[in-house]
């Protein structure tokens, strides 16, 4: 394979510009320059599919695309044709317009699961929306996140409980608590501890793991039998274990469910669905007290409703979580195999299920590192591949999955070498990369 010779020079300047007006340098923590490794840091021109070109024209293989939200590939063609077809038409109205019904109704018998849905612009709209809707339901204070899931909201009663929870009053954080995942006999101690207090249990389905067998529904039966609700978050699940989300797959039905990202193929559209009976509060049918239930300026934009409309058209039409799963586990297994073949299956680790993989990066001492991580997203990077995770979208040929194997095979080959060497900073180019949640910068 001919070398890259990935010149950034255009984007270094980019950057510096990006941190003099924008803090962070980014919209999204998660895009940070701190994010990558020292001086590989692209900032991007353009997508098409699976590719990305920064602005010094360097192409990449990309996953992760849009944060996970960009499923399909970048412009996806019946996607923006949707959307192009809605520009013309106006993009908001004083009244709701005929879309807002269709897309609803689409929805609804994409995730049958659910009997309602709101729709709003991120994800955190509709996790935050599901929390106030469950305090409201239940009239009780407290929510329940799973501690071993990483994020659910920007808003208070989410990020007061992380390492970055300067600006939110203690009487705030104090009243989110955690439970652990699959670990039924703790929540309900917890549930037990707060009794009469928890107004909702709060999780992904599944992440890395997948949940044990008949862990959901016990968890939403245990809920249900202290007064409490669960609230799916399905913001990365959803479009991507199956076309119905997670609750689909595994057959469990949730009291409320997020739904974001990969519904609007990287426009902005988000979900809050759920049982009748609770998002009616929010409606104007309910005798209870009314619960101002997601009511955002742009929460019905007219082309984003019709990126989703395309994205559930294309994935029940197109078998996409099938094609992404396959895609999937052919990464996955060239990755493991290329980490075998180099000596460093027990350092560079393939996690999770096909459809949403990662890879962890362990030291010498079989610890998580980032200065592994470091090495390792050089090497991608320098050849050509932008992967903060090894998450698929369907954009992506066989051809790329391979190239994409052949340069994580020569990154291993460094693996190796640092390892070796105990002394991973010869190939770091610079100070570690970092984590998004921490107290200071
Ligand atoms: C599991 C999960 N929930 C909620 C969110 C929040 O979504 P958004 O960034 O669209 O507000 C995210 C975003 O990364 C997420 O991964």
Same mark, same amino acid.
């Given at each position: ?81 949707? +959307? ?92 989110? +608590? ?132 395309? +994205? ?35 350092? +560079? ?93």
């Amino acid at each position: 394979m001919t070398a890259y010779k990935t010149d950034l020079t255009q984007s270094a300047v980019l950057n510096s510009r990006l941190h003099m007006v924008i803090p962070g340098g980014a919209h999204t923590y998660a895009k940070g320059e701190d994010q990558y490794p020292a001086g590989l840091a692209p900032v991007i021109s353009h997508g098409k599919g699976a590719h990305v070109w920064d602005v010094d024209g360097n192409r990449y293989v990309e996953y992760g695309s849009g944060l996970r939200s960009v499923s399909l590939g970048h412009a996806h063609p019946r996607v923006v044709a949707a +959307v192009r077809e809605q520009l013309d038409r106006g993009s908001n109205f004083v009244r709701p317009s005929e879309i807002e019904l269709e897309a609803a109704e689409l929805f609804l018998a994409t995730v049958p699961t659910a009997e309602m849905v709101k729709f709003a612009k991120n994800g955190s709209d509709v996790t935050t929306a599901a929390v106030r809707l469950a305090r409201a339901a239940t009239g009780r204070p407290l929510v329940a996140i799973c501690r071993d899931h990483p994020f659910f909201s920007v808003d208070d009663w989410f990020i007061g409980v992380t390492k970055m929870a300067a600006g939110i009053p203690n009487a705030i954080s104090d009243l989110t +608590v955690g439970f652990p995942y699959g670990d039924l006999a703790a929540t309900e101690e917890l549930l037990r501890r707060y009794e009469g207090q928890l107004a909702c249990l709060i999780l992904e389905p599944a992440t890395q793991q997948e949940p044990p067998e008949g862990y959901l529904s016990a968890l939403r039966d245990l809920a249900h039998r202290h007064g409490c609700l669960l609230v799916f978050d399905e913001m990365i699940t959803g479009f991507r274990w199956s076309e119905a989300g997670a609750q689909g797959l595994y057959d469990v039905i949730p009291d409320l469910s997020a739904f974001g990202k990969a519904l609007g193929n990287g426009f902005a559209v988000s979900a809050l669905a759920g049982r009748r009976e609770i998002m009616e509060l929010g409606g104007l049918r309910s005798s209870d007290e009314r619960v101002f239930l997601l009511s955002t300026t742009h929460g019905a934009e007219t082309h984003s409703l019709a990126a989703a409309m395309a +994205v559930m058209e294309t994935y029940t039409q197109e078998g996409i979580t099938s094609r992404l799963h396959e895609l999937g586990e052919r990464l996955a297994t060239g990755v493991r195999e290329a980490a075998l073949a180099m000596g460093v299956q027990d350092h +560079v680790l393939v996690r999770g299920r096909s459809s949403n993989l990662v890879f962890a990066t362990l030291d010498e001492n079989f610890e998580p590192s980032q200065e592994y991580r470091t090495l390792f997203m050089r090497e991608l990077i320098l050849g050509g591949i932008l992967a903060p995770s090894l998450v698929v979208s369907s954009a992506l040929t066989e051809a790329d999955i391979d190239r994409t194997v052949q340069v994580v095979a020569q990154a291993c080959g460094i693996y190796r070498k640092a390892l070796d060497s105990n002394d991973p900073s010869a190939w770091m180019g610079g100070r570690p990369v970092k984590p998004v949640f921490r107290r200071f910068a």
